[in-house]
Structure formats: C-alpha cells, structure tokens
C-alpha cells in the first residue's frame, strides 16, 4: 500500500527493536516425500496486510494452514506474539480464517453463522447480539441477517465469511484466496473494501494468493513463493521494481529478460553484451557482480520507450521492426523484433486515439530506455 | 431420450412389474377374501384384520418385533455413522482398504452364516437369548446398512466446513454436533428408515438369535404358515408391506429432498 508523505511510514520490518506477531524459525513441512515447506524463516508483524503469492503447489496455502492449526510443522517452530503454537489445537489459537470456499454453514443463518464463534467464546452470552450487529454493520448486511447462505450472492456470502472470521477479533486474520470465486469487477471492489477493514479494526491480515495484482493492490509486503521457499519477501514496489531474481521478475507483471555477459563500467553501472554487433545494453546493479559472468537484464515493458526516429539522449537505444501490436484500450503493447530474432515489448499508453498512430506493423522502430529503468540479475 | 411407446418396452415393463409384484398383490387381495380357504374367492371383507387384532401371539409378536426394530436400528444408526465417519474423514491409512471392506462385507454375507456365528458368541459369553439378543443381532447386521448410505453423503461433505467449526472455537465433537450432524441428517435418518425395515422383516437371523419368549412377527407368520396359510396371515403380511413400504418411500423421499435442496444451493452458488 502506498502511504502519504504526511504519514509515518508504516514498516516496522525496518525496525529492529519491532517485535513480529508471528516468526517462522527453520519451518519445514514433508508430506510424505515431498516437502512443501523447506527450511523457512519469516517474520510477520502487527497490523501487516501480508500477502502469500506463488503459483499452486508452492506452499502458500500449508503455510497459512501450519498458522490455523491444521498442519503441524514437520521441523521447525511458529511463534504467535513469541509463543510457540505447535502444541495449541485450532479451536484455541487467536487465529481466525476465511476459507477460499467461504465454508459458511448452509443450515444456519447469516446472523447465526457470525455469532457461531462468540458463543463459543467466552465472550457473555448478552454481548453476542451486539457484537454481531456490528459485524454485519461493517460488512454492510444488515438486512440480510435473516436469510440462509444459498439465499445471498457470491459477494455477499463472502462478506460473511469475512464477518463472521473478524468477529471474535483475532490477532491475526487468515485468508485464503477469499476473492478467488468473485468475478473481476466485484473482486476489485472487495479488495478495496478488504484494505479498508483490515485499517478500520487493525487486526494483521495473512492472505493467500495467486492473483498477482490481487497481492500488489491490498499488501503492505508480499512474499513470493516457490517450491516451499521464500524467493523474496518485500513491499509491492519493491517486488516490482527491482526483484531479485528472473523468477520474481518474471511472476509479477509483465517483463523483457535478455541474457548477456556482464561488464563492469563504473561504482554499480554494468554493460551487457548481449547480441553480436550490436550497443551493450548499460544498467544498474547493486550487487558486485563478476567480469563476464552471464547474467540475465530485466526491464518491464512500460519502461522501454518506442518511437520512428532515433532518440536522443537516452543511454540504451535498439533498433528493431514491429511485429505485433497488441491493442488492450488504455495501453498498447508493442512486440519488436531486434537483433538475433529476440523480440522486445515496449507498452505505451494510449494517450491519443487509435486513428493517430503512427507506428504500424513492420515500421522500424528504435526502443529505448535509461539504464537504471532495468535491473542486472545472477539467477 | 426415446419417448416413443415400442411393444417390446412394453412387454418388458410388463413382465418385469408382474414378475415383482404380483405375488404381492394376490396376498394383499386375499387378505380381503371373506371365504376361509385361501385359495377361492368369497366376497370382500375386512373380518381377518379384526380377527387379527384379537389375537394375542400376534399383537405379542408384534410388540416384540417393533420393540427390537427401533432399538437395533437406533444402535445401528450410531455405529454405522461412526464407522462412515472414520472411514471417509481418516483419510489414507495402512489397512483403510481392510477396514472399509470388513464393513461392507456383512452386506453379501449369507445370513445363516451371520445368525450362527451370533448364535455361537451368545452361548460362549453365556447371553440368555431373548429380544436382547436379536436386537445386537439386528444391529450387526444393519450398521453395514446405514454405515453405506450415510458414507455416500459424507464422500460430498465439504470438509472446510469442519475445519471452519474447529478454527471458530468448536471442540472436534461440537464440530461433529452442531455442523457434520445436521448437514448430513437426511442421510442419516434414511439409514434409520433402512436398518428400521430390515430389522422388521429379518426371519433367519432372527431364528438364530431369538429365545423362546421372543418371538418377531416374521417368526410367527412363518410358524403359523407350516400349519397352513390362512387369511389372518395374508392380513398380517399386508401390514407389514405397508409398514415396510411406508418405510423406504419415506427414506428415499428423506434423501432425494436433500439432493434436491442440495443442488439448489449449488446452482445458486453458481449462478453468483
């Protein structure tokens, strides 16, 4: 989430002296043979929204399930608020989740579904009501709290299960693809909504995702997951700007990968030999890398500006020829084939009308771009 | 689908439904016979049900066989959701195989085969045979029953809903009380109806287990019969075909509800 210059900064994962709400130490989870979760260790810190992404199978969910209690660690520990939970059943941990298929009770009602977990808390049984008119408040289903879950939309059903996880008001709210049954439009609307409860009541949410965008839009950091490892764990930006490896770059968004050998050419700048005869690609790395190593430049289509005359003035430029235009409304993405049959996307905005183009099929372009717009990477 | 009437399909259906019921409708017309032999027809007439109903070894056999059929179907009904529960929630262990076909076996063994060996464990545990007897006998082999039809509904259960009662607060068995229970009802009350209509017309395993105070009513039927069939038997019979068919339309009209309402609610989900 981006914050606004005249807030503190919320990122109490830069602070050392910040306590995490839950700390994954060494955590290693074997089904069988396969191990789902290899050697983690992870902090996750009060009020984060903090998002699991990766493709199925990468151990996002058995994380998310270690958290809830129903999967025990095979090695390892989880400390909730430095307690360690693998001894705690589900019933008594102070998590609550939402289940990717909702898992509201067909036989009771919107209002019983939400108050299920305070009668069984110890929460007084005259203070129920009132705590679940205020659930339905917050999710908007006031006059719906009579009506069976097969008797309300999708969207509404999954306000449900959202009302009916926060209302015992967990220390740490799991979701697990909450939006995953919604249709696209609805979907965004309730991501909004999600960020705005989950600031609205303070409780640290941990979503689980395959939606890429999903992760960008409601997270205060995102971890990218891979065959039960951390790829890398960083805010939105951070993840898009300037991933880690081609594995992250590649997952989120959109992007150019063009492999080279690296040459050293000043503190952090980097020349990339990448096609014979033609410029080196200039960029960026923080990291040292080694003469001539291969390495692998990544730059995202919206960095790589295209235009019919050579370009003045820009550190990278690449001569190529159109050879596909992908039209999406907003934007235009522009597929160009340059030197060796490598073919480079430049996305461009759509700013004026479709009939003003004047870039077509088969023109010869130059693309170019800075060389701090893409970054270097080893793996 | 092919609707058009064909003299083949209808010789079929024919045949079949007489083949099935015929012998079932000749009793139930002869239990209105008013003529004492059997076999000749003398009028209608409802004398037999009223003889019926001052006969005491009847209405005591009776007595004895409702009794036994609400306690074993009772038990049954416990054991057998047990079992359909354990089977289909433990997921995969050694001898899961083993377990689920040792329960489904008593289904195709013969049943002179299950009322002797009962008979063989009461006399070694020294039982006094009675209508405690034939009840444990009838929970044995009904609980097999019950454990298939409730098993099948459980197979569609979506297990999240569980894991949701135990993540809200619920105790393994609160979970199984308030959510598994009363989802899975339908299934469970139709393997009631089943074991209830099994255990009131078993004769063979009954025979095996009973003592000689506790006579079912399909023991009776078949004593008196060896003496000779009379009206008052085929009035009895009828009875219990009512009893019996009341029994299985209710059990399936129970389930095929709850698929109905079931599908419903998926088909509202989906359209969402």
């Keep these: 989430m981006a914050q606004p210059a005249n807030r503190p900064v919320f990122a109490p994962w830069n602070d050392p002296n910040e306590k995490p709400l839950i700390r994954f130490q060494n955590v290693t989870k074997k089904f069988g043979e396969f191990v789902a979760i290899d050697d983690l260790t992870l902090d996750i810190f009060r009020r984060e929204f903090f998002a699991l992404l990766g493709p199925s199978g990468c151990g996002k969910t058995t994380l998310m399930r270690m958290l809830a209690g129903f999967e025990a660690p095979t090695s390892g520990t989880i400390l909730l608020d430095g307690v360690d939970i693998a001894p705690i059943p589900p019933n008594k941990r102070a998590t609550n989740m939402m289940f990717q298929s909702y898992a509201l009770f067909p036989h009771l009602t919107v209002w019983d579904n939400i108050a299920f977990g305070l009668k069984r808390s110890d929460m007084a049984k005259d203070k129920i009501p009132a705590r679940v008119e205020e659930m339905l408040r917050l999710v908007r289903l006031e006059k719906f709290a009579k009506r069976k879950p097969h008797q309300i939309s999708g969207g509404q059903r999954q306000r449900v299960a959202l009302a009916r996880s926060l209302a015992k008001a967990p220390k740490l709210l799991l979701l697990d693809e909450p939006l995953g049954a919604l249709d696209k439009k609805l979907r965004q609307d309730t991501q909004f909504e999600l960020m705005d409860i989950q600031e609205k009541t303070g409780t640290t949410f941990v979503i689980v995702t395959h939606d890429q965008e999903e992760a960008m839009t409601v997270a205060s950091r995102v971890a990218v997951m891979d065959h039960g490892k951390m790829i890398q764990v960083d805010t939105p930006d951070r993840i898009y700007e300037t991933p880690n490896s081609v594995y992250v770059a590649d997952f989120i968004g959109d992007v150019n990968i063009i492999e080279g050998r690296a040459v050293r050419k000043g503190d952090d700048k980097y020349a990339i030999a990448w096609a014979e005869g033609q410029p080196d690609i200039l960029g960026t790395s923080s990291a040292a890398i080694d003469q001539g190593t291969r390495v692998h430049f990544a730059i995202r289509p919206e960095k790589v500006a295209i235009a019919s005359e050579r370009p003045e003035g820009r550190a990278n430029v690449i001569e190529g020829t159109v050879s596909d235009i992908a039209y999406l409304g907003n934007i235009s993405t522009y597929k160009v084939e340059v030197a060796g049959g490598r073919m480079i996307k430049a996305q461009v905005a759509n700013e004026r009308r479709l009939a003003r183009r004047d870039i077509t099929w088969d023109d010869k372009v130059f693309l170019s771009f800075t060389d701090t717009a893409g970054v270097v990477l080893l793996k | ?272």
């Design chain 2, 1 to 272: 689908m092919n609707r058009r009437f064909s003299w083949f399909n209808a010789t079929s259906l024919t045949l079949g439904f007489a083949f099935l019921y015929l012998p079932m409708i000749i009793l139930i017309i002869f239990s209105f016979n008013a003529s004492k032999l059997v076999t000749v027809w003398a009028g209608f007439s409802t004398k037999w049900y009223g003889e019926l109903l001052g006969n005491q070894a009847f209405l005591d056999a009776a007595w004895v066989t409702l009794k036994v059929a609400v306690l074993s179907s009772t038990l049954a009904t416990v054991l057998g959701t047990m079992a359909a529960y354990v089977l289909v929630r433990a997921g995969r262990f050694a001898g899961r195989t083993l377990f689920s076909g040792m329960i489904y076996a008593p289904l195709v063994m013969p049943e002179v085969i299950t009322g002797l060996a009962m008979l063989l464990l009461f006399i070694s545990i020294g039982l006094d045979r009675g209508v405690g007897t034939i009840v444990l006998a009838h929970t044995t082999f009904t609980m097999c029953y019950v454990s298939v039809v409730v098993s099948s509904r459980l197979v569609t259960f979506d297990k999240s809903l569980e894991e949701a009662a135990l993540d809200l607060g619920c105790t393994p068995f609160d979970a199984f009380r308030s959510v598994t229970l009363p989802i899975i009802a339908p299934a469970v009350i139709s393997g009631w109806l089943l074991a209830f209509t099994l255990s009131l017309d078993d004769l063979v395993i009954s025979q095996f287990a009973a003592g000689p105070s506790s006579t079912t009513l399909p023991m009776k039927i078949f004593s008196s019969v060896r003496l000779g069939v009379s009206p008052e038997i085929n009035a009895l019979s009828t009875l219990m075909i009512s009893v019996v068919t009341v029994g299985v339309i209710t059990a399936s009209l129970v389930s095929k509800r709850s698929i109905a309402r079931q599908r419903a609610e998926e088909q509202a989900a989906a359209r969402t």
